[in-house]
DNA sequence: CAGGCATGCCTG
DNA sequence: CAGGCATGCCTG
């Protein structure tokens, strides 16, 4: 379109909506008498500057404290009346404060006068409502005498790494004092919670939120009784922060259990002796969870986490490869970046993926209840990433916890299972499984092992000689490999009927058995 | 800082500012005597409607063609000045104009009557300056009259992709028709070049846009003496468009030849039987590059261009897999994210990089002169990309073309030259050279085998029984272990024997030599 | 650096 | 799907 195009448009455009709107009445013809002489009145020698301090309205609509950012809305001389409508509608804020655990100041700013961390303790271990100190360093609390009590329509913990955490508060009538007062206030529950419980975590979750402005009179707060708590769209998911999760064994009050179909299908087996997954890249698995009901109704969680089994690698999350991270994949598409960094995915529309940072990545699911005649329910997974990718795992050996949990990420179960992302799940179980029985034995042979030292044993046998030896050799000629490993056979014979079946004889026996009719 | 103050702050700033400024006179004490009519020269039905086209001044600072697209600034009532002052301040405007080869139309446009193309040829086959029929076509160049003659600060070929091509273009003065003009001349020239030059390679070189508008009287172009040409941050770096790059060895009129040092080192091998180059990922390796030296000095480039070897992949340009690309990798800090994609680097800050989208990569660097004495000049190379990668190369072969060019892009020689990039260059190598030697043969082994058929053998020994058997099983006990090994070896060591040291029973005997070793 | 394992992937 | 190759990487 050309410029005049434009222009003329533009022109028509404005004329035609103007003139379309009611237009002034014709003016007046008016007659005057005009007789013109300074107003001393209006000169500024005598009133004064033309633009004076007082003449220059000027109010806000929110009022943000000394130590607050964000933006602050304030109206001039006539939007003085637009700021006090938009003040008087009462619009919630929405409010991001950090605290620090162990840095507590006299006026609660990050740069305050430091309490000394022993009296904060010591302010903290007992009631905190009957502590005159806790009064003293609250009496600074400067509440405007014009504001209402606030009122709270939404809190929740939003980021979590000690020392430090976030808040976020929706609410109205705050004021500065009162939500560093309120960030106070959770550190000191947590200290007390931390001294009175033999609990050492530290975590603050919805409920504890909850506790603390229902129990905190000196803050004299109302809480919406919509309060949003876990039923928010972006609904606080328990994380657990330890270093190294835990990884041990733990049935707990509910006897939790986990179960998986020994039998596998072509995507992946199980092998009970290492109690490990072996699963081709993508392919869905399905674990039982089984636990007992208690009385008092708890929704329960589970939560699947990947961990390096290796204790030297134990502290690091396990992150998914740079290849199967891309969001181009299929499997990634439209998830978040953090999601794409978890190499388990639950196919539960109720999976929530946690962790991230430097944190360890979990799934975490809505457990739900068994179907009538049922002991489990059964969740279905599938990994994204292989154990031999370099830019991830980079062959690691992985193990997956299972933790049965609360909607606070109390843990009332544990289950660990090995788990191998790997492109021949049978080739690989069976190496391992070998391996292991190279080192281990298994019930078995163990107690046969035993009857060897009682057995009497022929005099050519050499009781210490029965190390393990891989022989790997090649030789030119089918007749010559079938002469080799037949005469291995006839050795191992010997010493099977010489040492009464003992192990590994038997088994090495049987192998080349094996090995010599694939010759046939 | 606190909102009081924020308050404070702002008041203080209008009131003093204003205060500052000129101040209005007293205003005059009126003494007026008022008598109301209506005024019917003020009626709409007089006057007409209040807001009349010719009231509503626009102006436009910068004027965009029928065909233009960009930002538009028009000043409506009192903006008009300042739309009059950016207009009159002369900021130079910068355009994007895309051709095409083979569409040429009346008016110059995209959507104009085509011009048939056996006549297009005609009009550009002789010189433009001083065809009628050009003149005809330029005819409706409709150059604003109030306008100066169009300057130029700079211009270059950003995007050439036959048959399309950009040219970008600082300017002042400009008009619609004086940039569809240029383009069409852009092509003109080109197909000009093509008819005269025998070579039929369409480029769009800086040299020429300068040549172009220089020549070009018709368009009555100023050119800015310090105009961007080469010199420009982005210079114009000749591409290769050939969906299939040429591989074929060609040592062109200057005996283009390329020599790789066979001895290699630790971190890369040649293999003077396959012509191929065998190094570990990121090893700098050399290339010594020969040719003859005109008698008119040419520049000349060397351009390095990896390519699939296999024909059904040789459209494909090679780039590099995700991994290596991730601009966190060391070699790839502050690199453009085509740089990145690119597997091979020449450590000379000269290279040049170009390529991309769906177009081979390549490398380009000036060749420079041979030190005094010396035929050759050497440049280095490393790849940052494996042949394995998964998400790059994945497993495929790859080639090496090098190309003799001078500044254009055009060709003077060619030789090739397989590489892979891979973790154990000396194992590959041999593997490879020993598939070739089987299926091709060469002078020394081949002889031997021949002499196998020809030897009389004993006639216990078979013939076709000649294959190798890997045998990897387990016995317990070292001294079965060793048993079954000399077994192994005493086989083997008759086999030699019979067969006239034949292979492979002698390598397995001295394989089975050196195991039994092991076993002392 | 050779030997050999680890592990993806191709082939029949 | 088993067998076996291809190829990175670890170990002595
Ligand atoms: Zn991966
Ligand atoms: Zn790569």
Redo the contacts with the bound molecule.
């Keep these: 379109m050309k410029t005049s195009q434009v222009r003329r448009t533009i022109i028509n455009k404005v004329c035609t909506e103007l003139n379309e709107m009611e237009c002034r009445p014709p003016i007046k013809h008016v007659y005057i008498t005009v007789e013109v002489k300074p107003n001393l009145a209006d000169d500024p020698l005598v009133v004064g500057e033309r633009y004076s301090h007082d003449n220059l309205l000027c109010s806000w609509s929110n009022y943000l404290g000394q130590l607050t950012s964000g933006i602050l809305i304030l109206g001039l001389k006539d939007g003085t009346s637009t700021a006090k409508y938009i003040r008087e509608n009462k619009s919630t804020r929405a409010y991001r404060i950090k605290g620090v655990f162990g840095l507590a100041t006299e006026d609660y700013s990050k740069d305050g006068r430091a309490i000394h961390q022993k009296k904060m303790f010591e302010l903290c271990g007992v009631d905190i409502q009957s502590q005159t100190a806790y009064e003293l360093a609250t009496q600074g609390l400067m509440r405007p005498a014009t504001s209402k009590t606030p009122l709270i329509y939404g809190i929740r913990c939003i980021d979590f790494k000690l020392p430090e955490f976030t808040i976020e508060i929706q609410c109205i009538n705050e004021y500065e004092m009162y939500l560093k007062s309120l960030i106070h206030d959770i550190v000191a529950y947590n200290i007390k919670k931390m001294t009175t419980d033999s609990d050492l975590k530290v975590l603050i979750s919805s409920q504890d939120l909850r506790a603390i402005l229902d129990e905190d009179l000196q803050l004299n707060t109302f809480v919406n009784d919509n309060m949003n708590i876990l039923d928010d769209v972006e609904e606080v998911i328990p994380e657990q922060y330890d270093d190294v999760p835990s990884s041990e064994d733990y049935s707990g009050p509910y006897n939790f259990d986990t179960f998986i179909d020994p039998s596998g299908n072509?995507n992946w087996m199980f092998s009970a002796m290492l109690n490990k997954v072996y699963i081709i890249n993508h392919s869905n698995f399905s674990v039982d969870f089984k636990w007992d009901f208690p009385n008092d109704k708890i929704e329960f969680y589970v939560r699947a986490m990947p961990i390096y089994a290796s204790p030297q690698d134990a502290h690091k999350p396990v992150t998914c490869c740079i290849q199967h991270s891309q969001s181009t994949e299929r499997y990634n598409a439209g998830l978040p970046k953090l999601q794409r960094q978890h190499i388990l995915r639950s196919i539960s529309q109720h999976a929530r993926y946690t962790g991230g940072a430097d944190r360890h990545l979990s799934v975490v699911l809505p457990l739900g209840n068994p179907q009538t005649g049922m002991e489990t329910v059964r969740h279905t997974f599938n990994f994204v990433c292989?154990?031999?990718c370099?830019t991830g795992i980079n062959?690691r050996a992985v193990d997956l916890i299972f933790t049965l949990e609360d909607i606070e990420g109390n843990i009332y179960g544990r289950r660990k299972i090995g788990v191998r992302v790997?492109?021949?799940p049978?080739?690989?179980k069976t190496?391992e499984e070998e391996e292991y029985k190279k080192y281990h034995g298994q019930p078995g042979p163990k107690s046969k092992r035993r009857k060897i030292v009682s057995t009497k044993k022929l005099s050519f046998t050499d009781p210490n000689d029965v190390g393990l030896y891989?022989i790997?050799l090649e030789v030119c000629g089918k007749k010559n490999a079938k002469a080799i490993i037949t005469y291995a056979r006839n050795l191992m014979a010997s010493e099977v009927i010489d040492r009464n079946n003992d192990e590994p004889f038997r088994s090495c026996f049987n192998e080349l058995t094996n090995t010599l009719k694939?010759y046939e």
């Design positions: 072509k292989k154990n031999s370099v062959r790997c492109s021949c049978k080739r690989d190496k891989s790997n694939s």
